[in-house]
T-cell receptor, first 110, second 113 residues
Framework: GEDVEQSLFLSVREGDSSVINCTYTDSSSTYLYWYKQEPGAGLQLLTYIFSNMDMKQDQRLTVLLNKKDKHLSLRIADTQTGDSAIYFCAGDNYGQNFVFGPGTRLSVLP | KAGVTQTPRYLIKTRGQQVTLSCSPISGHRSVSWYQQTPGQGLQFLFEYFSETQRNKGNFPGRFSGRQFSNSRSEMNVSTLELGDSALYLC????????????FGSGTQLSVL
């Protein structure tokens, strides 16, 4: 089954771009997702990409998928303090159950 | 459209007790999944229900069980609570079709003393 890895921490300055990276072990997901979790809250779906796509842009968010390297990234343009949260990448594991990475804690410094 | 609703928001129990958590999915969503979130283990899949039937199950002991009702609402039960069961329990619903985007509730924070 799928196994997903992420770096645990990222710190950026307000206004800069943030890039959160994710790697996965096999290609058993049809869709790959990015979720955001703020303190004391559940997970909020940010965006997703079909496994046959290379890139998807959604306002400030850009998702890049490199199938050869099994690498997924989320770029947040013009990062704001409100973007401070934990970000999870996830694969749908061919509809069996979602597999989540450990989460990347993004800190945005003023 | 109302989101996924989980009750209660917080629970404190002692070892050996049992607990029931409730989840109301988004209207029209027929699939409900449960996840356990802890600082050490991250998000771990418990089980998924669709049309009142358990469709997938994670690697948890039999003390963890669930069910789904005809209106798609779901409950999960944990019996004989252990200290290690302290966690945030998240429920997610989806339409159950192509691109089964999961929509999460705010979770139930369970503390076992």
């Amino acid at each position: 089954g799928e196994d997903v890895e992420q770096s645990l921490f990222l710190s950026v300055r307000e206004g800069d771009s943030s890039v959160i990276n994710c790697t996965y072990t096999d290609s058993s997901s049809t869709y790959l997702y990015w979720y955001k979790q703020e303190p004391g809250a559940g997970l909020q779906l940010l965006t997703y990409i079909f496994s046959n796509m290379d890139m998807k842009q959604d306002q400030r968010l850009t998702v890049l998928l490199n199938k050869k390297d099994k690498h997924l990234s989320l770029r947040i343009a013009d990062t704001q303090t409100g973007d401070s949260a934990i970000y999870f990448c996830a694969g749908d594991n061919y509809g069996q159950n979602f597999v989540f990475g450990p989460g990347t804690r993004l800190s945005v410094l003023p | 459209k109302a989101g996924v609703t989980q009750t209660p928001r917080y629970l404190i129990k002692t070892r050996g007790q049992q607990v029931t958590l409730s989840c109301s999915p988004i209207s029209g969503h027929r699939s409900v999944s449960w996840y356990q979130q802890t600082p050490g283990q991250g998000l771990q899949f418990l089980f998924e229900y669709f049309s009142e039937t358990q469709r997938n199950k994670g690697n948890f002991p039999g003390r963890f069980s669930g069910r789904q009702f005809s209106n798609s609402r779901s409950e999960m039960n944990v019996s004989t609570l252990e200290l290690g069961d302290s966690a945030l329990y998240l429920c997610a619903s989806s339409r159950a079709g192509d691109n089964e985007k999961l929509f999460f509730g705010s979770g139930t924070q369970l503390s076992v003393l």
